[in-house]
Nanobody
C-alpha cells in the first residue's frame, strides 16, 4: 500500500506564492510502480478537479486555469511531488489533494491540505 502525505498549505494574500509537497511512503513494491502523481483540488459543493499531473517520465499536464502560474515537479528518488503556486488568486482557495496512480492503475489519495487565498 501507499500513503501520501501532503504539506505546505496555508493562508496567503492574493498575488502570493505557496509550495505544496507530497511524499509517498509505504510498500516499496507499490511505490516503485507509481506512474502518475498529481494534484487535485476541491471546494465545498463542487467536484474535485484536476490541477496538474506529472508522469514518471516527467511529462506534465495542467488545467487551463493554472497554466503559467503553477508548476508541478517530481523527484522519483525521493518519491515526492511538488506544486509551486505563484500569482495566487482568491478562486484558488480549496483543499488540495495529492494523487498517485500506479502502472496497474491503482489509485491513492492524500488527506488534503487547505490553501486559502485572501483578497
Amino acid at each position: 500500500q501507499v500513503q501520501l502525505v501532503e504539506s505546505g498549505g496555508g493562508l496567503v494574500q492574493a498575488g502570493g506564492s505557496l509550495r505544496l509537497s507530497c511524499t509517498a511512503s509505504g510498500s516499496m513494491s507499490y511505490i516503485t510502480r507509481i506512474n502518475v502523481m498529481g494534484w487535485y483540488r476541491q471546494t465545498p459543493g463542487k467536484q474535485r478537479e484536476l490541477v496538474a499531473t506529472i508522469t514518471s517520465a516527467t511529462s506534465t499536464n495542467y488545467a487551463d486555469f493554472v497554466k503559467g502560474r503553477f508548476t508541478i515537479s517530481r523527484d522519483n528518488a525521493k518519491n515526492t511531488v511538488w506544486l509551486q503556486m505563484n500569482s495566487l488568486k482568491p478562486e484558488d482557495t480549496a483543499v488540495y489533494y495529492c494523487n498517485s496512480v500506479t502502472f496497474s492503475r491503482r489509485e491513492y489519495w492524500g488527506q488534503g491540505t487547505q490553501v486559502t487565498v485572501s483578497s
